[in-house]
Nanobody
Framework: VQLQASGGGLVQAGDSLRLSCLAS????????TGWFRQAPGKEREFVAV???????QYADSVKGRFTISRDNAKNTVYLQMNSLKPEDTAVYSC???????????????WGQGTQVTVSS
């Protein structure tokens, strides 16, 4: 599976962005897909994950503001980010794996990141 993330940008606090993760290669709709982020000087952290049947889980820091969804017909997973905060600034990456997990070690395929910058 090859993954390509897009949709990042520079926004102001309170704005919204929608990230997309386009997959190609093997049967994408059978994979668990997650979004992770890494801020400068910090470790990569879990943001959200969605199973192939639509079950979801979120990090506490984004719960109620971010929504992960998938369109298997388009081989795409989305991350709708609302009410963005400066602390959401990071490089966001999508990943795919076979386990419903919040841990990076359980994701075998990674896309390149897309930068999200939220100004105050």
């Amino acid at each position: 599976v090859q993954l390509q993330a897009s949709g990042g940008g520079l926004v102001q606090a309170g704005d919204s962005l929608r990230l997309s993760c386009l997959a190609s290669g093997r049967t994408f709709d059978r994979y668990i897909t997650g979004w992770f982020r890494q801020a400068p000087g910090k470790e990569r952290e879990f943001v959200a994950v969605i199973s192939w049947i639509g079950s979801t889980q979120y990090a506490d820091s984004v719960k109620g503001r971010f929504t992960i969804s998938r369109d298997n017909a388009k081989n795409t997973v989305y991350l709708q980010m609302n009410s963005l905060k400066p602390e959401d600034t990071a490089v966001y990456s999508c990943a795919a794996g076979s386990l419903f997990s919040t841990q990076t070690k359980n994701f075998n395929y990674w896309g390149q990141g897309t930068q999200v910058t939220v100004s105050s």
